[in-house]
Structures are given as C-alpha cells and as structure tokens.
Antibody, heavy 121, light 108 residues
Framework: EVQVVQSGAEVKKPGESLKLSCKTSGYRFAHYWIGWVRQTPGKGLEWMGIINPEDSNITYSPSFQGQVTISVDRSISTAYLQWSSLKSSDTALYFC??????????????WGQGSLVTVSP | SYELTQPPSVSVSPGQTARIPCSGDGLSKLYAYWYQQRPGQAPVLVIYKDSERPSGIPDRFSGSNSGTTVTLTISGVQAEDEADYYCQSTDSSGVYLTFGGGTKLTVL
C-alpha cells in the first residue's frame, strides 16, 4: 500500500527557519515525482512545486519560486519543504503528494495528511 | 496563468444528483482531475483523466468533459459526500498544475 506520511504541526516566529518532511513507502520512491500544495482559508489549494527524486530536478510554481526550497533524500524515501526565513503569511496547511503523470496531464495521488504551520510573533 | 472556475457552493438533498462544474479554456485539450476534501482531512482523488474512477471510489462518482467545462456528478448523494470538491488540471506545457477555487457541497 502506498503511504505518504508528513511531519507534525509547527509553531514558529517570523524570521525562523523550518523544514517539513514527507516520508513515503509502498513504492519505488525514485519512480514518481513528489509535489507540495499549500492550503489557506482564503485561497484554497495552491500548487507550490514538484521534484523528481531520480535526479532532484525541480519545477516551482512561479508564485513560490524563491520563497521555498524543495528537496529529497532518496536513502530514506523522504521529500522536504523548507523556508529560511518564515513570514506570518506562510501560516497555512501544507500537503505533500505523489505525482502521477500521463501524456495529457499530471495529478496527485495519494496525499499526505498535511502539516499545519503557524507563524506568529 | 491558467485559471479554473468553480461555483463556491452547491446544495442537494440526500438521494438527489449533485453536479459540480469546472470551467477553463484548456480543458478542451487537457485532462481534468477531481479531489474530495472532507473537513479536517486531506484531499482524496475521486476522478482522474476526466472520467476515470480510482479503485475504492464509489461508482456514484462520475466525471464528464464537454469542451471547456468538466463536470463532477455524484448520483444518489449521501450525507458522507458533504465536502469540498476541487478540480485540477495542467497548463498547455503539461508541467504547471492549477486548482479550481473549490466547491462546498452541502447535503441538506
């Protein structure tokens, strides 16, 4: 069974750094891209970026380019989303998910349970 | 940027049919995907490639494409179907994903 398990909730102050993890199991990690999605009450679901675990090739959404860093550790089948300096506007629920692809589109399945990030002074 | 438009809310009575539309210029050429998100839970894929159903999804969920509008149809709606539903597609490059704004399905 394919499983995607994310790290727990975090409470941080503005300016602090943070690294969320996303551990996968039940399939060959290198064979599927992994993506990150942000959810905020006002903006719904927003795709942030995707990474190919095979070669760490990354595509960021223009909205998140330069704001976050996506990476993987193939040895432990885990993907990461990190910030070097958090802002209060980064407060949100973050999901990771395995990316499925076909010739005419990409989609996420399955999803992790989500990691709630709260950034407050 | 590529946009997908959904109505904010749809309401139906139990046993009726719910139809949730999603419109976008690229949908005539690119597949659409649908996710269900119950309160406090992660999104779950319910339809992929316009009309395919993943294993484990009840057959009352179906999808269709009529050009620039795709529709998620839930037949015989049950109370457990009350959730937010999001459509998703990719841009013409096939790389950049985008989500619709989501539709809250209320079962009266």
């Amino acid at each position: 069974e394919v499983q995607v398990v994310q790290s727990g909730a975090e409470v941080k102050k503005p300016g602090e750094s943070l690294k969320l993890s996303c551990k996968t199991s039940g399939y060959r990690f290198a064979h599927y891209w992994i993506g990150w999605v942000r959810q905020t009450p006002g903006k719904g679901l927003e795709w942030m970026g995707i990474i190919n675990p095979e070669d760490s090739n990354i595509t960021y959404s223009p909205s998140f380019q330069g704001q976050v860093t996506i990476s993987v550790d193939r040895s432990i089948s885990t993907a990461y989303l990190q910030w070097s300096s958090l802002k209060s506007s980064d407060t949100a629920l973050y999901f990771c998910a395995r990316l499925r692809t076909s010739g005419w589109g990409n989609w996420f399945h399955p999803w992790g349970q989500g990691s709630l990030v709260t950034v407050s002074p | 940027s590529y946009e997908l438009t959904q109505p904010p809310s749809v309401s139906v009575s139990p046993g009726q049919t719910a139809r949730i539309p999603c419109s976008g210029d690229g949908l005539s050429k690119l597949y659409a995907y649908w996710y269900q998100q119950r309160p406090g839970q992660a999104p779950v894929l319910v339809i992929y490639k316009d009309s395919e159903r993943p294993s484990g999804i009840p057959d009352r969920f179906s999808g269709s494409n009529s050009g620039t509008t795709v529709t998620l149809t839930i037949s015989g709606v049950q109370a457990e179907d009350e959730a937010d539903y999001y459509c998703q597609s990719t841009d013409s490059s096939g790389v950049y994903l985008t989500f619709g704004g989501g539709t809250k399905l209320t079962v009266l």
